[in-house]
């Protein structure tokens, strides 16, 4: 686990952002956190990476924390609700955070025909199946009136072959997070589903940032004529944490650039 900082806040909301090393996790955490909102983010391997977005966020003025989380691994999930219980006492002298961002992810890209067993149990063990278990070990630890926001894609609105199986779980997730809403709703959780179209980052191998090719027909098909950044996605993750969205509830909200319209 890396150090917070020692800004002092003690009324600041506190986000969970899984996967908030590198690409829309990253972007998530700092946007969350020039909004005024402390973070405590995930990362499977890349410690140095978390610890690079601690200390952004430091520089911000805001506290966060980053600690290891394989969200693919659900016996692992009692252990980290206990190190987060820790964080928060230790860090900000709280017995709970406010908001929580399921970002967390891995892609596959096959044909429905090559996709392999081992394959889309690894998409179902991230994408659902811990999006799924995380939020129900996490829930005693969120206050009433917080949010939720799970991520989706765009590939669940429109199809592209070679996504069958991720798309599947992005569908399933939209699904889930209605029924959240309706459960949580006697809390004040609102809970609502993020979908980013195609992304500037490093996931599935950074096909969309480095296939030039793959690239150009995003675009081509992409009202505002680009592909997205990971800087389109980080703010409206914050902006949905804020008060003003506070009745913003069971939404699916697309950032796409108006991809495949």
């Known amino acids: 686990m890396t150090s917070a900082s020692t800004s002092s806040n003690p009324v600041a909301s506190i986000v969970l952002i899984t996967g908030g090393s590198r690409g829309l996790g990253r972007s998530a955490a700092l946007a969350a956190a020039r909004s005024g909102i402390d973070v405590v983010l995930t ?7 978390a610890q690079t977005v601690v200390a952004e966020i430091e520089r911000l003025g805001r506290r966060a924390v980053a600690l290891p989380l394989d969200v693919g691994n659900v016996r692992s999930f009692e252990g980290f609700a206990g190190e987060l219980a820790q964080a928060l006492k230790t860090h900000w ?20 025909t090559d996709t392999t067993e081992a394959q889309f149990d690894a998409l179902v ?6 999006v799924f278990f995380l939020t129900q070990q996490l829930l005693p630890l969120m206050n009433d ?31 889930l997070s209605r029924y959240l809403a309706k459960e949580l709703g006697p809390r004040g959780i ?8 195609a992304i500037e980052t490093d996931f599935g191998g950074g096909a969309v940032r ?19 950044q990971p800087e389109d996605i980080g703010p409206l993750v914050a902006a949905l944490l804020q008060p003003a969205t506070r009745w913003v509830n069971a939404q699916r909200i697309e950032a796409s650039g108006g991809m495949f319209l």
Do not use: C, W
């Open 43 to 49: 990362y499977l391997k890349q410690s140095t990476e």
């Open 93 to 112: 002298q709280r017995e709970r955070f406010d908001f929580l961002v399921n970002n967390a992810g891995m892609g596959v890209h096959a044909p429905i």
């Open 125 to 130: 063990n991230v994408h659902l199946k811990g």
């Open 145 to 175: 009136g917080g949010r939720i926001l799970n991520f989706s894609s765009g590939l669940a609105r429109f199809a592209l072959p070679g996504y069958g199986a991720y798309a599947a779980m992005k569908g399933a997730i939209e699904v």
């Open 190 to 197: 609102a809970v609502n589903v993020v979908a980013p179209g």
């Open 210 to 228: 480095d296939n030039a090719e793959l690239n150009a027909y995003v675009a081509t098909h992409t009202a505002l004529g680009r592909v997205g």
